[in-house]
């Protein structure tokens, strides 16, 4: 079940992930064309599913359902991937966090969607490269329950982050500040996926019931 993929330009190559494996994807390269499991990179166990990947320059994380672990991975200059570190849930989150649901990346930080044990509201967490709290998110609204842990984060590369609540189908952007901008728009419902234009100006909104496809220009 594919679950998450996302471009590495080191490589130029796609990254895909699957609930318990790692795939690499050369679009260029000549028929036939199939991705290629990277056999290094491994759950830790079969009973984790993986659920969001992001790169960071030669670095990948991979984040698991509800971040029991997030996995930080390199690949060298000869291709060799290794487990650089594995953090626990306690390095990334609070004490009554729910858990983690997309890790993703830009050119300084990284940052954590994150689901709050107490009333189920999102916030995104700005993080170091290793895994330090830069900055505690302000809080957006709340996911149906803490079973369907549904959302979707994409980096402007500006430091700013776009995040869509699946449960309420409402956008956020969140600004260098960490303050969250709710996107004026009641009538979207039913994201599926969501892409933004290479200058992040505008974003792309795939619906189902209708099916749709329609274009926002950001503020």
């Not at 790692?22 to 993986?50: E, G, M, T």
């Not at 709710?182 to 234009?197: D, H, M, P, S, Y």
Request: charged share 25%.
């Amino acid at each position: 079940i594919l679950v998450d993929m996302c471009w590495m330009s080191s490589l130029s190559m796609f990254v895909i992930l699957t609930i318990h494996s790692v795939y690499l994807y050369d679009p260029i390269k000549s028929h036939p064309n199939l991705p290629v499991k990277i056999d290094a990179i491994q759950p830790l166990d079969r009973s984790h599913v993986l659920a969001s990947i992001s790169p960071f320059e030669r670095d990948i994380f991979i984040n698991y359902h509800k971040g029991v672990h997030l996995d930080q991975y390199r690949v060298s200059s000869t291709s060799q991937w290794t487990l650089e570190k594995r953090y626990a849930k306690s390095d990334c989150c609070e004490t009554k966090d729910i858990g983690m649901r997309d890790v993703r990346c830009d050119s300084q930080y990284i940052c954590l969607s994150i689901m709050q044990q107490d009333d189920l509201k999102w916030r995104l967490d700005i993080m170091s490269r290793d895994m330090k709290r830069v900055r505690r998110g302000t809080t957006m609204d709340s996911g149906e329950n803490q079973h369907k842990f549904f959302s979707m984060l994409i980096p402007l590369h500006d430091q700013r982050w776009l995040f869509v609540n699946w449960h309420t189908n409402k956008l956020w952007i969140v600004d260098q500040q960490g303050k969250p901008k709710l996107i004026k728009e009641t009538k979207i419902r039913n994201i599926r996926n969501v892409c933004i234009a290479p200058n992040s100006s505008y974003v792309a909104i795939r619906t189902e019931k209708p099916s749709a496809v329609k274009l926002y220009k950001l503020d």
